[in-house]
T-cell receptor
Framework: DAGITQSPRYKITETGRQVTLMCHQT?????MFWYRQDLGHGLRLIYYSAAADITDKGEVPDGYVVSRSKTENFPLTLESATRSQTSVYFC????????????FGQGTRLTVV | QKEVEQNSGPLSVPEGAIASLNCTYSDRGSQSFFWYRQYSGKSPELIMS????GDKEDGRFTAQLNKASQYVSLLIRDSQPSDSATYLCAVNRINNNAGNMLTFGGGTRLMVKP
């Protein structure tokens, strides 16, 4: 089915481990985003990508790495997970960056113990 | 001061009443404004977008924008229990280095009581 899918849906990892969250979209949207959602902070942008091989930092990029070798995939890696990175992570996409609808994936709930 | 502010609620209204959700933003250069609805444990879904001053109606929903006051609101008429959710206000923000991107408020939790 067309859309944006994230995997895994739930993940528990230990402090210091590397973990990668996957995001795949079938719309061929140019722009893709990673947000984290925490109580009291709402949705905060971690990284975004304007096209394959073009990425840029958002509001809270520290501790995260992204790549985009193909238009449809935008994985997010936590290089050395910390408890403060326990959150719900949403991948999103849109056709244009300005004023266009942003569609969200179903989210990944990550717990760092 | 947060860039996009919303009252966290909960806002409780009886079934059939009008729910009024408010949002203020700080960046006067903002150009596009969105309301997303998020059910508990689910992802945000777009319900309204507005780009110019005034009102925009879509079914039971009306978005209102006042750029001079830097204020966006969402009215939900004939509120239903199924409208109970968190409503997120999002504003596009100009980033001189990278163009425009959305900034979200913290959301307002709406509870519609039967």
């Amino acid at each position: 089915d067309a859309g944006i899918t994230q995997s895994p849906r739930y993940k528990i990892t230990e402090t210091g481990r590397q973990v990668t969250l996957m995001c795949h979209q079938t719309w061929s949207h140019s722009y893709m985003f990673w947000y984290r959602q925490d109580l009291g902070h709402g949705l905060r942008l971690i990284y975004y990508s304007a096209a394959a091989d073009i990425t840029d930092k958002g509001e809270v990029p520290d501790g995260y790495v992204v790549s985009r070798s193909k238009t449809e995939n935008f994985p997010l890696t936590l290089e050395s997970a910390t408890r403060s990175q326990t959150s719900v992570y949403f991948c999103a996409s849109s056709e244009r960056l300005t004023g266009d609808v942003v569609f969200f994936g179903q989210g990944t709930r990550l717990t760092v113990v | 001061q947060k860039e996009v502010e919303q009252n966290s609620g909960p806002l409780s209204v009886p079934e059939g009443a009008i729910a009024s959700l408010n949002c203020t933003y700080s960046d006067r250069g903002s150009q596009s404004f969105f309301w997303y609805r998020q059910y508990s444990g689910k992802s945000p879904e777009l319900i309204m977008s507005i780009y110019s001053n005034g009102d925009k109606e879509d079914g039971r929903f009306t978005a209102q924008l006042n750029k001079a006051s830097q204020y966006v609101s969402l009215l939900i008429r004939d509120s239903q229990p199924s409208d109970s959710a968190t409503y997120l206000c999002a504003v596009n923000r100009i980033n001189n280095n990278a163009g425009n991107m959305l900034t979200f408020g913290g959301g307002t939790r709406l509870m519609v009581k039967p």
